[in-house]
Nanobody, 111 residues
Framework: VQLVESGGGLVQPGGSLRLSCAAFGFTFSRFGMIWYRQAPGKERELVAEITSTGGRTNYADSVKGRFTISRDNAKNTVYLQMNSLKPEDTAVYYC?????WGQGTQVTVSS
C-alpha cells in the first residue's frame, strides 16, 4: 500500500486549495478513505472520510461547509477541496487507508 498526497502550499485566508491522494497497491474502489491533519503541537485529527463508493461522507465540525471530500475510483485518487481557508487550518494533511499513512502535504494559511 502506498499513498501519495499532493496539492498543499501557502494560501491567504479565504483562499482555496485542492489536495489529492493517489493510492497504489490495493483495490482502491473497495475501501473507504480518510483525510487527517496535524497542526504543530497538536494531535492528529480526522478531517473528512468517504465510503468506498463515495456515497457517504463525514466531516469534522470545524470544516463542515468549507471542505469537500470526493474520490475518483477510475483514477485511484481521493480529493479534499478546501474553501474559505482559515489560519487554523494550517497543518500537515495526511490520507489514510487500510492502516497506512501517506507522507503528508503541508498546508499553510497566512497573509
Amino acid at each position: 500500500v502506498q499513498l501519495v498526497e499532493s496539492g498543499g502550499g501557502l494560501v491567504q485566508p479565504g483562499g482555496s486549495l485542492r489536495l489529492s491522494c493517489a493510492a497504489f497497491g490495493f483495490t482502491f474502489s473497495r475501501f473507504g478513505m480518510i483525510w487527517y491533519r496535524q497542526a504543530p503541537g497538536k494531535e492528529r485529527e480526522l478531517v473528512a472520510e468517504i465510503t468506498s463508493t463515495g456515497g457517504r461522507t463525514n466531516y469534522a465540525d470545524s470544516v463542515k461547509g468549507r471542505f469537500t471530500i470526493s474520490r475518483d475510483n477510475a483514477k485511484n485518487t481521493v480529493y479534499l477541496q478546501m474553501n474559505s481557508l482559515k489560519p487554523e487550518d494550517t497543518a500537515v494533511y495526511y490520507c489514510r487507508a487500510l492502516g497506512h499513512w501517506g507522507q503528508g502535504t503541508q498546508v499553510t494559511v497566512s497573509s
